[in-house]
């Protein structure tokens, strides 16, 4: 009797093991899932509210970028169908400050009805500082449109950022601003209208300013959305340039609303 009851005891204590093992995996698995389910959550919270800012630079950008003042500030709009709240802001640049990839062009208008033609324009490029790489630093070929007393012209000028021997092109040695490897001052004739800035032989970080207040050139956008339901929120950034007209305005006579051969 003594021996059959050690036995009953040993398998009751192997059986209590074993449902505590049990139970512990149990727990775990619940566990996992709950997190699991959790981060699921989580993560579809935060891509609807990424969804919502991108929302945001949309609506910013169905205004036509026609809003009064240097700033247009909206507040607590929300986005049906997100759960979030959504704040934009969009706000006039009127420094060109962009990257262009060899062979495109950037346009800078020079003046309008409210910002005169300034006297000088300015335009520091590259962050390139060797000259002897082996892919040198970009050259720019400046185009500037005048209308004057009805007639149309187009004066071009070549800027190279170092001295290419045997190319006939004097490199420009005057040091940028702002990190920037080179620097060209231009002075702005009567009538000008719009420049037009291409990078040549390489890619380039370029800035255009100039000695009065220019025009708009650029408008930043930031969207900022957040999560009625949680803490998710995301932002999200745009720089946005003007409209460029094809390159085949590169090579062609401006007049007013035709080209001219």
Known sequence: MQHNAKKSGQIGIIIILIMVVLLT??????SR????????QQEEESNRVFNAAEAGVERALATD???AGEQLNTNGVSIAGTNSNLNYNIKRNRILDTRLIEGTTAMVQMQDAANPLPTQMNIDWSK???CAATK?????IVSIYNTTGGVNTVRHALYAACAFPNDGVTG???PGLNGYFRRISIATQSGDQFMRVKSVLNDTYVMVSASSTLPTQAYDIRSDANSQLGQEARSVQVHRTLSVAPSVMDFALFSGNTLSK
């Open 136 to 140: 040198p630093p970009a050259s720019l």
């Open 33 to 40: 899932s709950t997190r699991e389910v959790a981060l699921s």
């Open 25 to 30: 995996f149990g727990l775990s698995i619940a």
């Open 128 to 130: 390139d500082i060797d």
């Open 65 to 67: 970028l026609n809003f």
């Open 172 to 174: 420009v040695t005057t």
